[in-house]
């Protein structure tokens, strides 16, 4: 049997919020743009490989939650779950590495993966990125993280934490994983199922885990962020003296360790108290061996992902979403047939003119037409009939205060223009 329903995992994002996301995603375009980010548009779905090499075959990512499938042409393909990966595909396929360095790039879309439903968690789920590939200067790190931060203030949110840690780097790391390994070993009787399968596939994921007891035998754990080699050090020592230098606080998180492969050196995160478990907003970090991995020259690089739908729940609970008016201007009310062609003339002329307008197209009565123009929430009535077209005047009626005036009818577009522009703004420029 056949099930008209949106998939499971899936939501349908209707027009209210809708309309708030286009809201955040014009902001971060506006914000990111001022920071010399420029759009990119990669396809939903990547070779698999692409993820495979990325984010690491030992990640769950990579072993359980990807949407992988061939295509007809016997090609192993995947949607993508995260938006990295992809944007330095581009970069690598399109010798991005001979343009002025650094590139900085910013993307909005789906993303998807295969995993156990929660509130606000979703097999297909939006995200919001940049990424700058060019760089190792520390000051670009703390130019990544405030833009994140200062993007957050810049749709209403007010408390936010912030966490910093450094990943190390192919120098430091696989030193540090082997007395990780080591100790995690040494407490595997007091580590979950799950968690004893981590520490030969993935002992940084050790850190992840949710079980006390885990999270307990962690706390003593040796820390990345305590076995740094100099040039990280020094490196992560900058990226604080920047962030001070903008007093931003932060909290450093040795336990931060971002899930994927392919981090290095700076790791960062935001989370809202304003959202219950599922807190963080956005995270980030520097990938100084992604370029590589698909075949381009050595290239750092950074950036971070914010998840579309938990920001848009957390700017809603701090009340933040200026207005989601969605009330039009003008309804035309069509007092009788002889008037419908020049009702509709009058349609495209307010249009033209920047005013939103709109008709009646289910034959209702005059009383009909008023009951829906006043349920849609219609800011102004105009009436048109034979009697109007006869006599060349007009009635706007505004529908809150009740009060009507008449215009001559030439001049209605213009009249409307100034009434509209002495009132309320007009539908283009809410929310803002
Ligand atoms: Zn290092
Ligand atoms: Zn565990």
Redo the contacts with the bound molecule.
């Keep these: 049997m056949l099930q008209f329903k949106a998939p499971k995992g899936t939501t349908d994002i209707l027009p209210d919020v809708a309309r708030r996301w286009q809201y955040l995603e014009r902001k971060a375009a506006e914000l990111f743009s001022l920071y010399g980010y420029e759009p990119i548009i990669t396809p939903v779905f990547e070779h698999t490989e692409i993820f495979q090499r990325s984010i690491g075959m030992s990640t769950d990512i990579v072993q359980k939650e990807m949407y992988t499938f061939m295509d007809k042409g016997g090609r192993s393909l995947t949607l993508r779950p995260e938006g990295t990966a992809p944007v330095i595909r581009a970069y690598v396929e399109h010798n991005m590495n001979l343009l002025p360095q650094p590139v900085k790039l910013y993307y909005t879309g789906p993303m998807f993966r295969y995993e156990r439903p929660q509130a606000g968690r979703y097999r297909q789920f939006w995200q919001l990125g940049i990424e700058a590939i060019g760089s190792d200067d520390p000051a670009i790190d703390a130019e990544t993280i405030l833009l994140m931060i200062n993007y957050f203030k810049s749709v209403g949110l007010k408390e936010l934490t912030l966490y910093i840690n450094s990943m190390g780097c192919d120098k430091d790391r696989p030193a540090y994983i082997r007395l990780l390994k080591d100790y995690a070993g040494e407490n595997r009787e007091k ?2 199922k ?2 004893r399968k981590r520490i030969d596939l993935n002992p940084l994921r ?1 850190f992840d ?1 949710k ?1 006390e007891s ?1 999270q307990l035998v962690m706390q003593d754990a040796p820390k990345m962020i305590d076995y740094l080699d100099e040039a990280c050090k020094e490196h992560f020592n900058k990226v604080r003296q920047y962030l001070d230098m903008q007093s931003i606080v932060y909290i450093i998180k040795p336990e931060l360790v971002r899930g994927l492969d392919y981090y290095t050196k700076t790791a960062f995160e935001v989370v809202s108290p304003l959202l219950g478990a599922q807190n963080a907003i956005g995270g980030g970090g520097r990938y100084n061996k992604l370029v590589e991995e698909f075949g381009g020259p050595p290239t750092p690089g950074i950036g971070f992902a914010i998840g579309t739908e938990r920001l848009s729940i957390a700017v809603d609970k701090e009340g933040a979403f200026v207005s989601t008016d969605s009330k039009m201007d003008v309804f035309i009310a069509i007092a009788d047939e002889a008037a419908k062609s020049a009702a509709i003339n009058l349609l495209f002329a307010l249009r033209e003119a920047k005013i939103s307008a709109d008709i009646d197209y289910m034959g209702r009565s005059l009383k009909g037409q008023l009951k829906y123009a006043d349920k849609r929430g219609f800011k102004y009535t105009v009436f048109l009939g034979s009697r109007e077209l006869e006599s060349g005047k007009v009635a706007i009626k505004n529908m809150e205060t009740g009060e009507q005036i008449e215009v001559p009818l030439n001049e209605l577009v213009d009249k409307l223009l100034e009434i509209i522009k002495q009132n309320q703004p007009s539908i283009s420029q809410t929310i803002d």
């Design positions: 580590l979950c799950d968690c050790l885990c079980e885990c």
